[in-house]
């Protein structure tokens, strides 16, 4: 509850029933704009993977995953994915995906031990999405460029909504700002990582934040990624590490900076390595995933994941996010929003 953010006079600018159609416009219009944008295919994606093989995504290394026995496996166990982030790129080899071209899916993720507030719940649905691209692509200026073509999309998706609801004004900027995690944390060396993003997404309105996972220059990261899927420690513009970052705006609604999307290009094979042994966790490259990587059977490739109720409720103009999804939240965050006019699901 201490972190729940209760806006000052805050009145929902749609109802229910609007919120609905609004919610079913958002998706339709913004996964056909994807699709079309980076040309990936929509595939069916599992809810849930076996343990024990590498594939499930590990977030920060700490977060528990739901898993469960299965009697006709002999109760071995399967995990509800946290994200699709290594299966996708699987996917790219299974289906025989060209270069330049790749996928997208809805996923849909459990995270209990997710800290619940206004952005954060227990259920995570999000696009995870994954292309397929060239050696030659992995730079800089490749993630940039695909960056800016994914926040075209957003910008467009944010014209559709002021057409369907006049009442809700478009705040974002027609280009987003690039800026690496070491600039960000030089222009404020006296705060902490999330105060960086208030600041710099307050300005700017639409950043994207590069080089997340790996140390800054006080030693410090600005925020943990797993060592096998982005790549955070190939050196991009001016020597400074990392080809992945954060898509990040501002959010009126709330007054602080608001994640939309986690993205990078990913590992190649000497990254890997290099990052599992950053993190002591090179006991993971007899796993099924990182043998493939490492046998050189997957493409190389760059993706990401784009929230699903984070950008509703970001377009929506929304103050939580459990007015945008149905899920679970503690009784007295339920009561104290239902007394400030947040109606939650």
């Known amino acids: 509850?201490?972190?729940?953010?209760?806006?000052?006079?805050?009145?929902?600018?749609?109802?229910?029933?609007?919120?609905?159609l609004g919610i079913k416009k958002i998706k339709d219009f913004f996964q056909g704009s994807l699709s079309a944008e980076l040309r990936l295919r929509r595939v069916t994606a599992p809810l849930f993977v076996m343990q024990g093989t590498g594939i499930n995504d590990d977030l920060n290394g700490i977060?528990?995953?739901?898993?469960f026995p299965i009697k006709d496996l002999g109760d071995r166990r399967a995990e509800v994915v946290h994200s699709l982030a290594k299966w996708k790129r699987m996917m790219l080899a299974d289906?025989?995906?060209e270069a330049g071209y790749g996928l997208y899916t809805d996923m849909n993720a459990i995270r209990p031990d997710e800290e619940m507030d206004n952005l954060h719940s227990l259920y995570v649905d999000q696009w995870d999405w994954e292309r397929h691209i060239n050696k030659e692509d992995r730079t800089i200026e490749y993630l940039k460029d695909i960056v800016s073509r994914i926040y075209s999309v957003i910008y467009r998706?944010?014209?559709?909504?002021?057409?369907?609801?006049?009442?809700i004004k478009p705040s974002l900027p027609e280009k987003i700002t690039f800026i690496h995690a070491e600039e960000l944390r030089q222009l404020y060396p006296n705060l902490t990582p999330k105060e960086r993003e208030n600041e710099i997404a307050k300005k700017y309105k639409a950043v994207f934040i590069i080089g997340i996972g790996g140390p800054l220059g006080d030693g410090k990261k600005h925020d943990g990624r797993a060592p096998d899927y982005d790549d955070?420690?190939?050196?991009?513009?001016?020597?400074?590490?990392g080809l992945n970052g954060d898509i990040i705006v501002w959010?009126?609604?709330?007054?602080?900076?608001f994640e939309i999307s986690s993205m990078g290009i990913r590992v190649d094979k000497e990254a890997l390595l290099r990052q599992l042994a950053m993190t002591n966790q090179e006991q993971r490259k007899e796993l099924y995933f990182h043998?493939?990587?490492?046998?050189?059977?997957?493409p190389l490739?760059?993706?990401?994941?784009?929230?699903?109720?984070?950008?509703?409720?970001?377009?929506?103009?929304?103050?939580?996010?459990?007015?945008?999804?149905?899920?679970?939240?503690?009784?007295d965050m339920r009561k104290t929003c239902a007394e400030n006019n947040i109606p939650l699901i």
């Open 1 to 20: 509850m201490s972190q729940l953010i209760i806006p000052k006079g805050y009145r929902p600018i749609l109802d229910i029933k609007q919120t609905e």
């Open 157 to 167: 998706t944010e014209y559709v909504v002021y057409e369907m609801f006049p009442s």
């Open 301 to 331: 490739s760059i993706g990401g994941g784009i929230g699903q109720s984070r950008l509703c409720m970001f377009f929506l103009k929304k103050a939580h996010v459990g007015e945008i999804q149905a899920s679970i939240w503690p009784d």
């Open 232 to 241: 955070w420690t190939t050196p991009g513009e001016n020597g400074l590490a």
């Open 63 to 67: 977060e528990r995953p739901v898993s």
């Open 95 to 97: 289906y025989g995906i």
């Open 251 to 257: 959010n009126e609604v709330l007054g602080q900076s």
């Open 291 to 298: 043998k493939r990587l490492l046998e050189g059977s997957l």
